[in-house]
């Protein structure tokens, strides 16, 4: 069993940063998939970035297309952490952030991810 607790969220003006992380429980978390989805008032939750490891200590980033470029994924597996740094934030931006992971370590942009945590408040002011 995973369990993932998520820190970070809170409020910002539109055009600033925040950086969400998410710590994990576990001794597998290296080969772990990490993920981060979203969720607005109304609106389905949303995929936001992943990251799978490749080899190494190299892992891939994935991210969707409306977050590209002000979005980064990053993880520290002596952590066991998954971190999301959001840059230029925008009003739109404003969702309960959750954190997932998977030991498939396979990046999937659905709701099929073993496990959640339990989502993070991030509002943007315009």
């Known amino acids: 069993q995973v369990q993932l607790v998520e820190s970070g969220g809170g409020l910002v003006q539109a055009g600033g940063s925040l950086r969400l992380s998410c710590a994990a429980s576990?001794?597998?978390?290296?080969?772990?998939?990490m993920g981060w989805f979203r969720q607005a008032p109304g609106k389905e939750r949303e995929f936001v970035a992943g990251?799978?490891?490749?080899?190494?200590?190299?892992?891939?980033?994935d991210y969707a297309d409306s977050v590209k470029g002000r979005f980064t994924i990053s993880r520290d597996n002596a952590k066991n952490t998954v971190y999301l740094q959001m840059n230029n934030l925008k009003p739109e931006d404003t969702a309960v952030y959750y954190c997932?992971?998977?030991?498939?370590?396979?990046?999937?942009?659905?709701?099929?991810?073993?496990?959640w945590g339990q989502g993070n408040q991030v509002t943007v002011s315009s």
């Open positions: 990251t799978r490891w490749r080899s190494g200590n190299i892992y891939y980033g």
């Open positions: 576990g001794r597998t978390f290296r080969s772990y998939a």
């Open positions: 997932a992971a998977d030991p498939s370590n396979g990046v999937t942009t659905t709701l099929s991810w073993t496990y």
